[in-house]
């Protein structure tokens, strides 16, 4: 599952393909009229009805009832989004937090980081020590005889590096 900034980065980014198709329906579906206190425009063809807008060739006009049915879906998909949108961004970390809280925060955060990697270097200090004494113990274990000396009851031990020819 992606973190939250890529959730809210996801929605809004599909809010602003939602909001693109809505406004080109918008544009593209519904005819065209003239605004009562503008004089008319001479360069827009006179408007017939027709299933096609002829001011706008790739227009496809659609019936009154369709086009409300439409947007009001639309509309609810863009309600539905944004609400969506909102929720995500109701359960960022430091919402509802000052600005001066969330810095002391992440202070104390730095603060705890630092401690730990001091206790993890030691642990590697010492996890390297371990490793070096049992490495000797190892080569100690292959290297080593052990003799009978003059007494019955005496053992001694030697290096079998240390003796010569």
Same mark, same amino acid.
Not at 137 to 162: N, P, Q, S, Y
């Given at each position: ?116 990697? @001091?206790?993890?270097? =030691?642990?590697?200090? *010492?996890? &390297? #020590? +371990? ?16 003799? @009978?000396?003059?007494? =019955?009851?005496?053992? *001694?031990? &030697? #290096? +079998? ?5």
């Amino acid at each position: 599952m992606a973190d939250r900034l890529t959730q809210l980065q996801t929605c809004l980014d599909q809010l602003s393909t939602q909001m693109y198709a809505s406004i080109r329906y918008s544009l593209l579906s519904h005819s065209s009229s003239t605004i009562p206190t503008q004089p008319p425009q001479p360069f827009q063809p006179n408007i017939q009805p027709s299933s096609v807008d002829q001011s706008n060739p790739g227009a496809f006009i659609d019936p009154e009832a369709s086009l409300d049915a439409n947007m009001h879906e639309l509309s609810r998909d863009l309600i539905l989004k944004t609400t969506q949108i909102i929720a995500l961004i109701s359960v960022l970390p430091g919402i509802g937090s000052s600005r001066q809280q969330q810095e002391d925060r992440l202070k104390e955060l730095e603060e705890e980081l630092k401690e730990v990697e @001091k206790e993890r270097q =030691e642990a590697v200090k *010492e996890r &390297e #020590r +371990l490793v070096e004494v049992v490495e000797n113990v190892i080569a100690g274990v292959g290297k080593r005889k052990i003799t @009978k000396g003059k007494g =019955e009851d005496e053992m *001694e031990v &030697e #290096r +079998l590096g240390d003796k010569g020819p």
